[in-house]
């Protein structure tokens, strides 16, 4: 229900509020779109490093060269391409001072009997080593790609990493360099390794490379478990370090693989490390050495020196520790704690919601039977949101041929269109309904209803995705915050104070939808949608109608003649 002012200081009050209405739209916006666009810089690679760079630094412009030479056409197992690819990268080992061996094996496939694989192996002895460091990445290609991305930019990497690394002088761990082959059919080349070759237990940490795209940034989007001692070293280590416990958390369920897993079934710990923008590149003809971010490439390099010379100066005798929660906030600054102190954040928050509840049934600015409809409007706009969305993509897919779907779902320009359009769409949604449906409930209402949903998510993902519940209880905790601050008040402005009070919710949203838009793409605009429309609900207040302003307006009329 609506309140109305109940003294006469409300309606002045009231009154005079109408000159400041554009301040609180212009705040409005300002809050929203700055959110996003911090949200938007922490998916950034570094810039890329030239030529002259100083010798102990990594430079993507040198690996560069060496890439051309690895990507200059398609080099899958059996292939002579993959010899010719093969032979250079022994070569440029041995030019660099090392022993490199060609650690041979075989694997039966479904259906394409039985192939020869040839990892390369090397080690560079450390001056007092507890366990090596070793790096990982796979050389051959798909037969259809020449594989600059995936994975001949980690292999150049690798190369310019050592290189890098005999400037500074040696490690006191050993360091392994391990380019598997037959990645691409199967991990067998990994899968080789780790049940044959006699340095396949001793690796302390493990860091992996792939790639599933051809530009953006470099992302840690996967952990051994027991991560916690990993991630703290990671953030402490990394110049640019981007990283979420939620990615993780989510990845795991999914069928997904690289070498990493393979190395993580051996019991190895360690990090895996992609990027994933411009997915049209992805296996296909496009990801060549022209057509690759050279960012991509300075980001994977950046992280591979770094924490190549921060883990080898370490004891890697014990790395395992209790799971963390990470994430990025501001640009490359990460946040991390304990995995087990989600649960007593969770029981914080509870309390919290509860005091609210309590603080606005005494204020009379809030009801339990309001809020309870408010947290089912937000459900009901879940489901309208993704019906629409789902339909929409469906009519999509029947009117258009399977090459501009191809275009409209992974080309990283025309798809961002696409994305912007699906959104548009939710917004107006958003709009129509919540307008609508809060002439009959007051905008607080809808507001501790959506938190109380909010509230729920929260105690879901600290329980079964506990890596994830970042995400939901800290807007949450903010949100309550400004809920509180907005019942205070007098009058009801509780559309410029939830804006202001979303913003940590933005933050830490946007990175998450737009990676989920990149990896998933339009395919699962339904899901997609219904994520954007969670955080949007932050600020459902802002879209409430302003019903009860006029009447409050239509009384200080009627009261000052």
Known sequence: ??????????????????????????????????????????????????????????????????????????????????????????????????????????????????????????????TANTKPVMIAAHYDSVPAAPGAADDGAAIAAMLETVRALQTSGPLKNDLILLMTDGEELGLTGARAFMAEHPWAGEPGVVL????????????????????????????????????????????????????????????????????????????????????????????????????????????????????????????????????????????????????????????????????????????????VVYGVAALAWSLVRSSVSREQLRVIGLDPIISVYWFAGFLAVTIGIIWLLIRWISRYNHAENVWSGTLLVWLLLSAATCLYLPGGSYLFVWPLIFSLIGLNLSMLRRINDSGWTSAIFAAPGFILFTPICYMVFVMMTLMMAGELMVFATIALSLVFPVFCTKEQRRKIKQAANKSFP
């Open 1 to 126: 229900m609506d309140y109305l002012p109940t003294s006469l200081g409300d309606t002045r009050l009231a009154a005079r509020r109408g000159p400041f209405k554009w301040l609180q739209s212009a705040l409005i916006i300002l809050c929203i779109a700055g959110a996003i666009l911090i949200g938007l810089l922490q998916i950034k690679a570094p810039k890329s490093a030239n030529l002259n760079a100083p010798p102990e630094d990594f430079s993507a412009a040198r690996a560069m060269k060496q890439l051309e030479i690895i990507a200059e056409e398609p080099h899958p197992v059996g292939s002579a391409a993959h010899d010719t690819v093969r032979d250079y990268l022994m070569s440029e080992l041995k030019g660099l001072g090392l022993t490199p061996e060609i650690h041979k094996s075989q694997a039966v496939l479904n259906g394409a009997g039985m192939v020869n694989l040839e990892n390369i192996v090397t080690r560079i002895p450390g």
């Open 208 to 383: 992996n490379f792939e790639a599933r795209g051809n530009r953006g940034p470099s992302f840690m989007f996967e952990t051994s478990d027991r991560n916690g001692w990993l991630i703290s070293e990671f953030i402490k280590a990394a110049p640019n370090p981007i990283g979420y416990s939620l990615i993780y958390n989510v990845y795991k369920l999914m069928p997904n693989d690289t070498d990493m897993t393979v190395f993580k079934e051996g019991g190895l710990a360690g990090l895996n490390f992609a990027f994933g923008m411009g997915a049209n590149a992805y296996h296909d003809e496009l990801d060549t050495p022209e057509n690759l971010d050279q960012a991509s490439l300075q980001h994977h390099g950046e992280y591979m020196l770094s924490l190549t010379r921060h883990f080898g100066d370490l004891n890697l005798k014990d790395v395992r520790q209790e799971d963390a929660v990470y994430f990025n906030i501001f640009g490359w600054k990460m946040v991390h704690y304990p995995q087990s102190w989600a649960i007593w954040i969770l029981a914080f928050t509870v309390l919290l919601y509860v005091l609210t509840l309590w603080h606005g049934m005494s204020r009379r600015k809030i009801s339990l039977k309001g809020t309870l409809g408010g947290a089912a409007i937000f459900l009901l706009l879940l489901g």
